[in-house]
């Protein structure tokens, strides 16, 4: 029991670490694209792990199985349409999490794999579907928050985006506290999370 739950374990770590990479080099890539190279300056354009995570967020992950990637930085004023562009950069790192999850959804579907994968596959498809969701939440720092900027009228835009930077931590931290027995947040995503975890992989 006690190495199976080790196993869990890691699998867990590893999973989540990999969807950490890929939704912070979705951002380096689609900023690059945009035509804002700080991502690339700073060493982001990659898919080794050890550029994308926090030193605190790993920590973190490490002992309490919550954790958090380095932000990917990148300059407004070099992209053609700063707020429209921060919008679709904020978007690329829950997309490409959900598409990794679909493509090892079809995986563990389609292909034969050996038994002991079968758990590693599950978690990290959970994984993924769950920064996802998580991140979608309109709510500084998370990437909801630039999406919907995005989205609003220009000048609803810079007043939400005011009040958030003001107040979007200390939001997130009450949202995040299980205040009444549960956390907020978590009974604002897992219904989501369960959806696509049944669409995915039953």
Known sequence: LYTLTMV?????LFGLIIAITIHEFAHALIADRLGDPTPRAQGRLTLNPLAHLDPVGTVMLLLFRFGWGKPVIFDPYNLAH?????????????????????????????LPLPQLFAPFFYL????????????LIPVYPLDG?????????????????????RYGTIILIFMILPLFGTSPI??????????LSHLLIG
Request: charged letters at 15%; aromatic letters at 10%; zero cysteines.
């Open 82 to 110: 700063p707020r429209r562009d921060a919008g679709i950069i904020s978007l690329a790192g829950p997309v490409s999490n959900l598409l990794l999850a679909t493509v090892l959804a079809l995986v563990l579907r389609f």
């Open 124 to 135: 990290t498809i959970l994984m993924n579907i769950t920064l996802a969701v998580f991140n």
């Open 8 to 12: 869990e374990t890691l699998y867990f």
């Open 145 to 165: 928050e630039k999406i919907l900027a995005a989205l609003l009228p220009r000048d609803l835009a810079y007043e939400y985006q005011t009040v958030m930077s």
């Open 186 to 195: 978590i009974s604002l995503i897992s219904p989501i999370i369960g959806f």
